[in-house]
């Protein structure tokens, strides 16, 4: 019997300020552009705003990608392009700066941060700060066992909400966040299809590294298999996570669970992060209005989820990636309406105007 009362999320998470974002709408309106002409970067920052409870909105200043990182059994079955237990090999690209997500924050200034959940690889190769959150080596095939223990899921869970009260203590005013995983789309596609009531086939993507024809339907049939031991226990999300989810995704769950009580808005990269996201709404329905869907990737699964949780992605890049990439390509965006809400000098009458000209 786990001890983590998940219902308590409920209480604990508000909206962001509705009066707030009353005000930076109404700031919005005395601007010198018409409201609306800016799109959704108007949307964004009256979104900020109510996210900060500060008009004008303050600039995203100190943003930071937090991936978690985690190995899936169910890779063996051949449902990935890239080898089964071969997720510590690309955390330590990250680290050396050689993924399309290292390179990205290189070029916008943000420190990127990895937490190893499952990763099936020596801890001892890893440097300590990465390591220091595990909970097992590797997960189980969720298609013919649970992916972890209760006690397992809990430990990740907790982990996830430790790592989202550090970058709130730190400062950190804003989280894109990703996953770094073999076999986590299968994980995912399995959690999305159980929430959303459908079909294996509906969900099933072709991953980061795209897979071929019969990959594909090796991943459908394991989805499909997992759905069957997913669809008992989704009443209890922490067992449901335990069942077919893996350290990664329960500490994802928990991450943003608790950014949303410490109101740090997140952006949501791919379909693990949507799928995580998606579990995180049916605790606590008030959650996603801290959260923003960087991307379209493409992944039907990520599609199905953000539709459920009325997320409307901000970019179309098909980027399948994963790791982060595809939310550092929005935080432009993110940032660019920030400054627009805040900048943007404000024009109170008709006598104003005559003076200033």
């Known amino acids: 019997m786990s001890s983590l009362n998940l219902d308590d999320f409920t209480d604990l998470i508000e909206r962001p300020d509705g009066g707030v974002r009353r005000d930076a709408e109404a700031r919005r309106e005395r601007q010198v552009v018409p409201p609306g002409s800016l799109g959704r970067l108007d949307d964004l920052g009256e979104w900020l705003a109510a996210a900060q409870s500060a008009v004008p909105v303050r600039p995203v200043e100190r943003p930071r990608v937090v991936l978690f990182a985690g190995d899936h059994k169910v890779a063996e079955l051949g449902v990935s ?80 909400v430790a790592v989202a009260d550090e970058e709130a203590d ?35 993507g072709r991953g980061g590294l795209p897979i071929d024809d019969l990959a594909w339907m090796r991943k459908c049939a394991a989805i499909r298999d997992a759905l069957r031991r997913a669809r008992p226990v989704l009443g209890d999300q922490l067992r449901l996570l335990a069942t077919v989810g893996g350290a990664d995704l329960t500490a994802m769950t928990g991450f943003l669970l608790q950014s949303a009580v410490r109101k740090t808005p997140v952006v949501l990269d791919g379909v693990v992060t949507a799928a995580c996201a998606l579990v995180g709404q049916r605790i ?20 199905k989820a953000l539709d459920r949780m009325a997320l409307e992605p901000l970019l179309s890049q098909g980027v399948k990636v994963g790791e982060g990439a595809g939310g550092l390509l929005a935080l432009p965006v993110v940032q660019a309406a920030a400054s627009l809400a805040a900048e943007l000098p404000e024009v109170f009458d008709d006598e104003a105007v005559t003076a200033g000209g």
């Open 284 to 303: 606590a329905f008030r959650a996603p209005d801290w959260w923003l869907a960087a991307h379209d990737s493409g992944e039907p699964g990520q599609a």
């Open 81 to 160: 392009a890239r080898p089964a237990g071969g997720a510590g090999a690309l955390v330590r690209e990250v680290l050396e700066g050689g993924r399309p997500v290292s390179v990205l924050a290189r070029r916008l200034s943000v420190p990127v941060r990895v937490v190893d959940m499952s990763l099936d690889c020596d801890p001892g190769t890893l440097p300590a700060e990465v390591a220091g959150h595990r909970v097992r080596r590797g997960g189980g095939r969720i298609d013919i066992e649970d992916a972890l223990t209760l006690e397992e899921a809990e430990a990740a869970f907790r982990a996830g």
């Open 170 to 204: 730190s400062g950190t005013d804003l989280v894109v966040l990703g996953d770094v995983s073999v076999g986590g789309t299968t994980a995912a596609g399995v959690l999305v299809a159980a929430l959303c009531g459908t079909d294996a086939s509906v969900v099933t």
